[in-house]
Nanobody, 123 residues
Framework: QVQLVESGGGLVQAGGSLRLACAAS????????MGWFRQAPGKEREFVAG????????YYADSVKGRFTISRDNAKNTVYLQMNNLKPEDTAVYYC????????????????WGQGTQVTVSS
């Protein structure tokens, strides 16, 4: 069983930045495709960003393109989400997730999830 532990969430003003981190343990991190999802109150969990296990390919939701950057450091078993120019609409609980397989925007195919970290952006 893979365990994912997230950190870096918090309260920030609009236009500010946060860097989320997700540390993996229990399995070979480099063998998994990783992604970030978020869920706001009253909304479905939505895809934010994904990264292949080779680090050659990254994927972003249209709403965050140009503002968010996903990266991974396999030596540290950690995936990151750098969030810049944050907007109130970005307020949500952010989750990291992993799966053995191709990148996907559908949360249902990800087998491993972190506990979630709250990101709140004030206007």
């Amino acid at each position: 069983q893979v365990q994912l532990v997230e950190s870096g969430g918090g309260l920030v003003q609009a236009g500010g930045s946060l860097r989320l981190a997700c540390a993996a343990s229990g399995r070979t991190f480099s063998s998994y495709t990783m992604g970030w999802f978020r869920q706001a109150p009253g909304k479905e969990r939505e895809f934010v960003a994904g990264i292949s296990r080779s680090d050659d390919n990254t994927y972003y939701a249209d709403s965050v393109k140009g503002r968010f950057t996903i990266s991974r450091d396999n030596a540290k078993n950690t995936v990151y989400l750098q969030m810049n120019n944050l907007k109130p609409e970005d307020t949500a609980v952010y989750y990291c997730a992993g799966r053995a397989g191709y990148q996907s925007t559908w949360p249902g195919v990800y087998a491993y999830w972190g506990q979630g970290t709250q990101v709140t952006v004030s206007s």
